[in-house]
């Protein structure tokens, strides 16, 4: 038996750990068989007893006292004999060489400090296994009694560990990091993110337009508009003195004149621009004096051409008051805008819609 250095448990010859803590016993027990292998010094030579010559009368015992003599090896004593035996020659014996005298003692010299050298461990040899039946060792496949709560030769752990509950699905699904065992809901999480690609997809197709919209009306607000004119001024009808191109001489006491109900004016551009504001100065003059002096149009239907030949429509409900009125657009690719002005108010005998400017601006 082996007891470990560690617990104090009683362990069986073969085994390299501690049945109860683990320990390694190696080492104690390879230390232990290091120190019995030494060699015993060598064994003094025996003595021989010579037999003391056989005499025809034993002499009576000396009863004086004396020293009592150390014990020796008993001897037999030999039976008288019947007849006289011839003594056999003494063994001849090596002569004994005179001891030594001792040496004259030697001053001590001075010697140089030595590197200290680890001593070499003590392997203990590999004994054969004997034959243990038990639950095998799940790292090394050793049997081992039933009474052992680490590997004899491994020191794994021999303890069933209880295997973990298995995780609900809707635990799986979030965060997607989270470590699960092997089917606990793999498939579930999977199609949800199957799922939730797919909504983002669909979502961001849909609503690209308005998120491209929301970022370049942000674009707007945050730049400084500029004035921009148009090439070319067509209208489908104006009276003399009061031509359409009026509406955009940058002048407010200039107008473009109606002779009816309803008509259109188109503004042709130069290029492509991002259009953000539209400002419109309704009636014959920006002056509250003279702005009830004609008619005014309280409606207008803007239709914007981009470049690609798409047409957007926005309709304009004006303000029955003098000054300029600011219409937030924010359309991109404009080349042509057309006006169409409707739904009079003071018109007469002897008075016509007037219009007096519009400017546009685009984006810096």
């Not at 001792?102 to 070499?120: S, Y």
């Not at 003590?122 to 054969?128: E, F, K, L, N, S």
């Not at 239709?303 to 000054?323: M, N, P």
Request: glycine share 6%.
């Amino acid at each position: 038996m082996r007891e470990c250095p560690a617990c104090g448990a009683s362990n069986e010859a073969t085994d390299d750990f501690c049945w109860n803590c683990g320990s390694y016993l190696g080492w104690s027990e390879g230390s232990a068989r290091g120190r019995s292998a030494e060699p015993a010094p060598p064994a003094e030579p025996e003595r021989t007893v010579e037999p003391a010559p056989a005499a025809e009368e034993a002499d009576p015992p000396d009863t004086a006292p004396g020293p009592t003599p150390e014990p020796t090896a008993p001897v037999a004593s030999a039976p008288r004999p019947v007849a006289p035996e011839p003594t056999p020659d003494p063994p001849r014996t090596a002569a004994v060489p005179p001891p030594e005298p001792p040496a004259p003692p030697v001053a001590p010299q001075p010697v140089k400090p030595a590197k200290a050298v680890a001593p070499r461990p003590v392997v203990r040899p590999v004994t054969a296994d004997e034959d243990t039946s038990g639950v095998p060792c799940p790292v090394c496949r050793t049997p081992n009694p039933a009474y052992r709560r680490f590997c004899r030769k491994c020191a794994a752990p021999l303890a069933a560990v209880a295997a973990p509950e298995r995780l609900p699905w809707w635990r799986t699904v979030w965060p997607f990091r989270r470590r699960t065992r092997g089917g606990s809901g793999r498939l579930v999480r999977l199609l949800v993110i199957l799922a939730v690609v797919l909504a983002l997809g669909v979502a961001g197709f849909l609503l690209l337009p308005a998120g491209r919209n929301l970022i370049e009306d942000t674009r707007d607000k945050l730049g400084t508009p500029k004035a921009v004119g148009p090439s070319r001024v067509t209208a489908t009808a104006e009276l003399p003195g009061h031509p359409a191109r009026l509406s955009t001489d940058g002048l407010a006491n200039r107008y473009w004149a109606i002779p009816g109900k309803a008509a259109s004016v188109t503004y042709t551009f130069a290029r492509p621009f991002r259009l953000v504001d539209v400002i419109v100065t309704n009636g014959p003059s920006r002056n509250a004096e003279d702005y009830g002096s004609q008619a005014r149009a309280l409606h207008l239907d803007m239709d914007v051409t981009s470049e690609d030949g798409r047409v957007r429509r926005k309709e304009i409900d004006l303000s029955d008051k003098a000054g300029p009125q600011t219409i937030i657009v924010g359309m991109s690719d404009v080349t042509t805008i057309r006006l169409t002005l409707s739904s009079p108010v003071g018109l007469s005998a002897g008075r016509h819609i007037a219009l007096a400017e519009v400017e546009f601006f685009q984006r810096t």
